[in-house]
């Protein structure tokens, strides 16, 4: 048997524990978390948001019986996406498939409850325990209780050995840390230029007067790259993102209730009717977040370490793919154990040569399909609907609009960016130009 080691339970690291362990008694599988076990603490809005799932995360889940019942069960499909204008008036764009949308805590406690709940016997899970250092040669890892105890000063250390290491962990990986010391490893990250809050609007009671389809993805946009998404929940609350350029931030700017509540009422009226002092107050203690994003050249270290999801390609949120990638990174790795009857040195090479090409698409797709400036926001929707029209005509030759294209999983990123190179690199130069601008505004205020 082999002892496989996988470092982080968020959606890859769990998915992979749920693969490795069906193909017959050949993996002991260990998971270190570095946080509490979601199941026992009460659910955090801070490190929360929505993601969206199309056929690319969602057929994944599909091959684990069981498992999209149970992931639906905590989820709410949505149909389109509406487009509100500060004018009141909106645009609605109808998608040919929906999207299965719930929040990144509930998809990965729904994973581990279907994991314990089918493998109990066979899997081990260390919650509050992190990696802190890597030895590739001696295939050991050493690893820490995190206390969570404020009596307890000292935190147990621990070695163990394994045969494959995972570095399902995120995009600040420790696992990728220890990689860039092998030979010809190259990796790069870089934060988005854009920030975000999380927004979560209570169910109201009594429902005010604003038209908000429970089974629609809402969006608003402002002039200097400001924008907000948000969706119901199951519960009929709602929970989304504001989205600001970093540089130059307004939403720093705002440090009363009193700021948070006029600058929603002016900016994004039907958030504000849906927002109660008490989430204003939240709003305000909560974190401003960056995204990290990455790009390796491989994804593997000889037949014993492997990268996965945002460890090895985290991407901006802005067409929601990093869990759908992350998702389907497990599926394609246990189709290589399948094709190389799960020998590891080969299926992880192989797994860096099919997956890279991807990786790096899905990287472009993300940073450059979506325009910041408005005049490209226009073009943008018009491509949309010409896109559209194009495919039904001809779906062989024509692929759907990029947003739809991204969630499919009859196609790879390398192919979809290709067909929509053209479209990148034009809001590729447009993307660049506008954050210079505002950085260079924000010099020239602070008289710098
Ligand atoms: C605002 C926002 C919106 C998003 N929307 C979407 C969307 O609509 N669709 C979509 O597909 N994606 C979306 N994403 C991206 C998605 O959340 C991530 O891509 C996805 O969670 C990646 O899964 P993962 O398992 O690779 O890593 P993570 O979810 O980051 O999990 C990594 C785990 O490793 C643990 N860990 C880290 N370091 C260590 C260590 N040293 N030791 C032990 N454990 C460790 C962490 O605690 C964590 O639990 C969004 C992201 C953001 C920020």
Redesign the pocket.
Same mark, same amino acid.
Request: glycine share 16%; charged share 15%; aromatic share 6%.
């Given at each position: 048997m082999k002892k496989v080691a996988i /470092?982080?339970?968020?959606?890859? $690291?769990?998915l992979l524990a749920h693969y490795l362990l069906r193909r017959n008694d050949q993996y002991q599988i260990d998971i270190?978390?570095?946080?509490s076990d979601p199941r026992n603490i009460a659910f955090s809005k801070v490190r929360s948001?929505? /993601?969206?799932?199309g056929d690319r $995360?969602m057929s994944p889940i599909a091959q684990i019986p069981g498992l999209v019942t149970a992931v639906k069960a905590v989820s709410i499909e949505k149909v389109g996406t509406i487009i509100h204008q500060k004018n009141g008036k909106t645009k609605v764009t109808n998608r040919q498939k929906p999207l299965v949308?719930l929040d990144?805590t509930h998809l990965?406690t729904v994973l581990l409850e279907k994991l314990l709940e089918t493998h109990n016997q066979h899997i081990n899970i260390h919650f509050n325990?992190?990696?802190?250092a890597v030895d590739f040669a001696a295939k050991k890892a050493k690893?820490q209780k995190i206390s969570t105890s404020v009596n307890t000063e000292v935190e147990a250390e621990f070695t163990i050995d394994y045969d494959l290491l995972i570095g399902?962990?995120?995009?600040?990986?420790?696992v990728r840390e220890y990689l860039s010391n092998t030979p010809d490893f190259e990796f790069e990250q870089n934060y988005v230029l854009n920030a975000?809050k999380?927004i979560f609007l209570p169910k109201p009671d009594p429902i005010p007067d604003v038209n908000l389809e429970k089974n629609k993805i809402h969006t608003w946009r402002l002039t200097g790259g400001i924008s907000v998404l948000m969706l119901y929940q199951l519960d009929g609350a709602m929970s989304g993102?504001i989205l600001f350029p970093y540089a130059n931030n307004p939403i720093a700017k705002l440090t009363t209730v009193d700021e948070v509540l006029t600058f929603f009422r002016d900016n994004f009226p039907e958030i504000s009717k849906l927002m109660p002092v008490s989430e204003a107050e939240e709003f305000l203690k909560r974190p401003i977040?960056r995204?990290l994003t990455v790009r390796c050249n491989r994804y593997h270290y000889q037949d014993s370490v492997l990268l996965?999801?945002?460890?090895a390609h985290?991407?901006s949120?802005s067409i929601?793919?990093?869990?759908?990638?992350?998702l389907e990174d497990v599926f394609i790795f246990n189709q290589l154990l399948d094709e190389y009857g799960d020998n590891l040195a080969i299926a992880l090479e192989n797994y860096s040569l099919r997956r890279h090409p991807d990786g790096m698409a899905v990287r472009e797709l993300s940073d450059y399909s979506f325009p910041v400036s408005k005049k490209l926001f226009f073009e943008f929707l018009l491509l949309n609907t010409w896109t559209k029209l194009l495919h039904n005509i001809f779906p062989q030759r024509c692929l759907p609009p990029i947003f739809e294209a991204v969630f499919q999983d009859n196609l790879s990123y390398k192919e979809i960016l290709d067909y929509y190179q053209n479209w990148i690199s034009k809001v590729k130069a447009s993307n660049i130009k506008f954050y210079a601008n505002v950085e260079n505004n924000k010099q020239s205020n602070s008289g710098e």
């Open positions: /470092i982080g339970a968020g959606p890859s $690291g769990v270190y978390e570095r946080r948001f929505p /993601i969206s799932l $995360g949308t990144r990965a325990t992190q990696l802190i690893l399902a962990d995120g995009a600040r990986s420790v975000y999380s993102v977040s995204v996965l999801g945002d460890a985290a991407v949120p929601g793919q990093g869990c759908n990638s992350a």
